[in-house]
């Protein structure tokens, strides 16, 4: 089990998402104790890209029911 769930991940990400647009329109935005503005577009986009990686990444495990796997190896020497 990874260090959180897809819908951890997902929430995570909807609040980046909602700090870029509060902090693009102008506004500030707090997450937490963190009091982020204009000059932390750089931040929040970086971490928006963390957080989709991290979805996506969640995702295809859900789908595949798990992690990679190699169901069979021959090795060949030609």
Known sequence: ???????????HLNAWLE????????????IGSRQLQRANLGQIKEQIRFWKNE????ERKS????TN??????PRDF
Do not use: D, P
């Open 1 to 11: 089990m990874g260090a959180w769930t897809l819908e951890v991940a997902r929430n």
């Open 55 to 58: 979805v996506e990444k969640l």
């Open 69 to 74: 796997r190699v169901m069979g190896v021959i």
């Open 63 to 66: 789908r595949r029911g798990g």
């Open 19 to 30: 700090a870029e647009i509060a902090v693009s329109t102008g506004q500030s935005y707090q």
